[in-house]
């Protein structure tokens, strides 16, 4: 008898497996498709089936021959289908999906096998009806065989789309693989004891596992693609389509963390999944010309044809009003898509992602359109991002950043009272790059800090140098983003960096601009409080051109506002532009703050700030910031 007991452990393995599995995570059942759930079946199956036969066997009752006949042929079809319906599915998961024609061919005559075959080889020859004694006829063999065919056609499916596969799917074919041999030698070796079962179910239950906990491919919530599915799939659907016309669409959810602030996260979750739905009836609607993936929190992407980008655009519908739980108030929901046309020879799928990312940066926040291509503007600007990105580090290593000074003046006096450190980038072929156009890149990419510290040290070496010289210096302020006010112990680095050219701190002033104090302020009141704790003049800049909340003004340990050159324009010609003014700067006197307006360009618009008695003027009226050697000289001449 060459049946073993084997149902009490390894088919509740698997079971238990499967209902763990199903139990923690129901939307990643979505990973198991026909194939999986029809191997997951057979390996419970054989497991019960191989256990009754066992149980018939041994009862040998020549009444119950036909019961004993059917079990055994059950057991027998199952035995065979689970090779086929392992087969059928790593076949599956290696991306071929019926093109195939030697393969399909291959899983056809299993099917049969399965079906049919060993009845004839084994069943009619080899069961007693007197006795219900089983003897192998040419059983044996032919397992082996099939299992063999079985393990060959995985293996060269496998090898064929090793690329597609990634790391983990890979290591698990190989150790199924060698599960499967190991099997087959131990049959052979030692056909009375066969572990079949026992082996069968390990390989399922651990191909469930990885599929439900470590090579997860599907997001929970929406059941897309996640990222890895998504980058997979794409690499799939490129080795077998044809990608001309294709384009990569990313699409993101209008202000996402408000909505879910707003109307609660259960809202916001069912926001993504209309989204998602939406996005994969396009896709099902491409048929296998299309695939799409939830990518990030609330960011989706599609790699389509082109037309149906589009068409799955505008057929997108949010219409449906999320309400808030508490107010009970509609809240509309609107997304933005960017879109990028692949390239001839386009293959880097990140490259295209991040195409379509920027597109979609680019019209975030855009009224008028919620669709943007990356087209040749969209791709000036990226390419200008990178190129600064790319160049900026060994920019500061071969000093092409200069220091500008631009005087600041007593309004009444016009004598030169301080000056502002701006920084320009002289490039490599001798051209200035104004800092509108890389400071906002090196805001995003953190390295805004390095820069900041870089000019203050600069500041410090030339009043150093002057002071040395025996120079009359005035203060000199330093711009610091709001970037900076995160990066851990900052105000120790200030503090060093003037220390170590012995500067007196009351001659550096750090200018903040006034839209950083709109967020983070614990923080920036915490460091604002520090460098004050270190004889450092605070100037609040650009105030104006945000929309501060007047009332954290009172709160802030700032020592001097900087007006926005923003109210000067037009100055002249709007009343309501003067009476704004003269307020806020009525309001900074009144909290004893000191006053620079900024932007002053015209003798009338001097005229407009004598009379409005601001302490301190800065503009092209005066000076244009200049490098420090003609501030200097300009110094000692006057
Ligand atoms: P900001 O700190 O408000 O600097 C004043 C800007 O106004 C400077 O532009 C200056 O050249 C310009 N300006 C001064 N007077 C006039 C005038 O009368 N008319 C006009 N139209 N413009 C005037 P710039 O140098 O291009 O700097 C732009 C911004 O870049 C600065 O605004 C500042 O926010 C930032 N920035 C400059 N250097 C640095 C730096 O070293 N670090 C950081 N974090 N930001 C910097
Ligand atoms: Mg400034
Ligand atoms: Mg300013």
New binding site residues.
């Given amino acids: 008898m060459q049946f073993s007991y084997q149902f009490d452990v390894a088919g509740i393995m698997v079971i238990f497996t499967s209902l763990i599995c199903a139990w923690i995570r129901p939307k990643l059942m979505k990973n198991f498709g026909f194939s999986l759930k029809l191997l997951i079946c057979c390996a419970i199956a054989y497991n019960i089936l191989d256990s009754l036969t066992v149980i018939l066997l041994k009862i040998a009752n020549p009444r119950s021959y036909y019961i004993t006949y059917i079990a055994l042929l059950a057991y027998f079809c199952v035995l065979y289908l689970i090779p086929y319906s392992a087969t059928r599915y790593f076949y599956e998961l290696c991306g071929e999906d019926g093109k195939h024609k030697i393969m399909n061919a291959g899983l056809g005559i299993m099917l049969v096998f399965a079906t049919f075959g060993n009845i004839f080889f084994d069943m009619f020859f080899s069961l007693d009806k007197n006795t219900l004694d089983y003897e192998h006829g040419f059983g044996v063999p032919i397992t082996f065989i099939y299992y063999l065919i079985c393990s060959i056609m995985v293996g060269i499916c496998a090898f064929r789309h090793k690329r597609y596969l990634g790391n983990i799917r890979r290591r698990l074919l190989f150790t199924v693989f060698l599960i499967t041999v190991f099997n087959l030698l131990y049959q052979a070796f030692l056909p009375e004891q066969s572990l079949t079962g026992l082996i069968i179910a390990l390989a399922v239950a651990m191909t469930i596992v990885v599929f439900c906990f470590i090579d997860v491919t599907v997001d929970e919530l929406t059941g897309l693609n996640n990222k890895v599915g998504f980058v997979r799939s794409c690499d799939e659907l490129m080795h077998k389509q044809d990608m001309s016309g294709y384009a990569m669409v990313k699409i993101q959810v209008y202000h996402m963390q408000e909505l879910n602030e707003r109307t609660g996260m259960e809202n916001g979750d069912r926001v993504l999944m209309l989204l998602a739905e939406s996005i994969q009836k396009c896709v099902d609607s491409a048929r296998h010309k299309a695939v799409c993936g939830r990518i990030g929190g609330d960011t989706f992407a599609i790699l389509t044809e082109e037309e149906i980008s589009i068409q799955t655009i505008k057929n997108m519908d949010l219409s449906e009003a999320i309400s808030n739980p508490l107010t009970g108030m509609d809240y509309a929901v609107s997304f933005y898509a960017g879109i990028y046309r692949l390239e001839d020879g386009d293959k880097d799928i990140d490259k295209m992602l991040d195409h379509a990312g920027y597109a979609l940066k680019w019209v975030s926040g855009n009224f008028k359109t919620n669709v943007a291509f990356y087209d040749a503007d969209i791709r000036l600007e990226d390419e200008h991002r990178k190129s600064v990105e790319q160049r900026v580090r060994g920019a500061i290593l071969d000093k092409e950043f200069k220091v ?1 000074l ?1 005087p600041v003046c007593d309004t009444m006096s016009r004598q030169r009272v301080s000056a ?4 320009r980038w002289i490039d490599s072929k001798n051209q200035m790059i ?3 156009d890389f ?1 906002p890149i090196l805001e995003k990419n953190g390295f ?1 800090t390095e ?2 510290l870089y ?1 203050l040290e600069e500041v410090c070496r030339i009043l150093r140098e002057w002071i040395n010289q025996g120079m009359e210096v005035v203060p000199v302020s ?4 709001r970037v900076d006010v995160d990066h851990h112990g900052i105000v120790e680095e200030i503090v060093r960096i003037v220390d170590k050219y012995n500067i007196d701190h009351s001659l550096i002033k750090i ?1 903040l ?1 006034e839209s950083a104090f709109n967020d983070n302020m614990e923080n920036i009141i915490k460091m604002l409080n520090q460098l004050r704790s270190h004889g450092f003049i605070i100037m609040m ?2 105030f104006g051109s945000g929309y501060s909340n007047l009332n954290m003004f009172k709160d802030m340990p700032v020592d001097i506002v ?1 007006i926005d ?1 923003y109210f000067l324009r037009n100055i002249e010609n709007s009343e309501k532009g003067m009476i704004v003014l003269e307020s806020v700067v009525q309001m900074a006197k009144r909290l004893g703050l000191k006053i620079v307006v ?4 015209t003798q009338e618009q001097y005229d407009y700030i004598r009379k409005l008695h601001c302490e301190m003027i ?4 005066f000076a ?2 200049m490098p420090s050697e003609i501030f200097s000289d300009q110094v000692n001449a006057g």
């Fill in positions: 500008y631009q502002e450190a701006l920084v104004n800092p509108g400071i805004i820069l900041d000019v330093v711009n610091f983003s200018e601009t800049d650009d900087k050159m900024e932007g002053v360009e800065q503009g092209f009226y244009k910031p």
